[in-house]
């Protein structure tokens, strides 16, 4: 049984950070490029950065470069993404996701082409 469990949410003021950890259980991490994906009250999910199986390929969307960082440890079956200079527009609930369709090098940026999603964390970004 495939699960992805995410941790490290919660509510922080703007310009503050945190770190979200995603632990995948199963032989899904070995085989999976891995994702984080949020969605804002009344709007659509949106990618916000991959990681390729083999860890050294990464994509951020262009508005969170600089600001966002995804990491993977293979050791621990975990994916983090660490969040600096958080704004009250980053507020949403944050997912983890998984997909085995890339290959060891590519970056899937397609949220159709993630199967297996955690439940999500909550991000609150409030003074």
């Known amino acids: 049984q495939v699960q992805l469990v995410e941790s490290g949410g919660g509510l922080v003021p703007p310009g503050g950070s945190l770190r979200l950890s995603c632990l995948a259980s199963?032989?899904?991490?070995?085989?999976?490029?891995m994702g984080w994906l949020r969605q804002a009250p009344g709007k659509e999910r949106e990618f916000v950065a991959g990681i390729a199986l083999s860890g050294y390929e990464a994509y951020h969307t262009e508005s969170m470069k600089g600001r966002f960082t995804i990491s993977r440890d293979n050791a621990k079956n975990t994916v983090y993404l660490q969040m600096n200079n958080l704004k009250p527009e980053d507020t949403a609930v944050y997912y983890c996701a998984a997909e085995g369709r890339s290959g060891y090098w590519r970056v899937s940026v397609n949220p159709d082409e993630y199967d297996y999603w955690g439940q999500g964390t909550q991000v609150t970004v409030s003074s």
């Open positions: 199963g032989r899904i991490f070995s085989t999976s490029g």
